[in-house]
């Protein structure tokens, strides 16, 4: 079985996904979760960084659209001030949205990336599509049962991101130490 759950890059924060870095890989469209990967849930408007972020992809021709399994009620208030492409209710890890934007953007599967903060719903998604997952670890996460269970899922893949591509002191949030660095907590 293919591996859908290594993301192909992982950054401390989405500021840090920068115009030049998607440009070295030829990327026109990017598409974004909303919740834990740009805003924590209880922020419901963008800020200053988003705004100044999306400008400065869209003057490097790097298009965004908002991708989220969030419902109709919370992107649109998000998208207000943005006016981005946005899906609610998007069925990640299904294809079907992330295909549907990518066709409107004008995109190809080589050209897109899938931004979010979660390996089973946005990493799965975009590497399923063909297209290049990028993780980052969630601004505030959920701490219910479910939510630990799912980092806890999550875990093997970022060591064995951390073991290809390098530790790094951000990847600490799913509770792994440096690979090259004796054992892993568990
Ligand atoms: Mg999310």
């Not at 890989?25 to 200053?48: M, R, W």
Request: one cysteine or more; aromatic letters at 10%; glycine letters at 6%.
């Amino acid at each position: 079985m293919k591996d859908h759950l290594t993301p192909d890059y992982m950054f401390p924060t989405y500021l840090d996904v920068t115009p030049d870095f998607l440009r070295g890989l030829g990327i026109k469209a990017v598409l974004s979760d909303i919740d834990n990967t740009l805003a924590p849930y209880e922020q419901p408007d963008p800020d200053e960084a988003h705004k100044k972020w999306i400008e400065e992809l869209k003057a490097a021709g790097i298009s965004v659209a908002l991708v989220s399994n969030n419902h109709a009620e919370r992107v649109e208030r998000f998208n207000k001030d943005l006016h981005l492409d946005a899906y609610p209710d998007s069925g990640k890890p299904g294809k079907k949205t992330l295909l549907l934007a990518m066709e409107k953007m004008g995109a190809s599967k080589a050209e897109t990336v899938m931004l979010g903060d979660q390996l089973l719903t946005d990493c799965y998604a975009g590497k399923h599509t063909g297209l290049i997952s990028i993780i980052v670890p969630p601004i505030k996460d959920k701490t219910n049962l479910f939510f630990r269970f799912k980092r806890l899922c999550e875990r093997p893949f970022i060591r064995k991101y951390a073991r290809l591509h390098g530790y790094q002191p951000f990847m600490k949030f799913w509770k792994i130490k440096d690979p090259m660095k004796g054992t892993s907590q568990s």
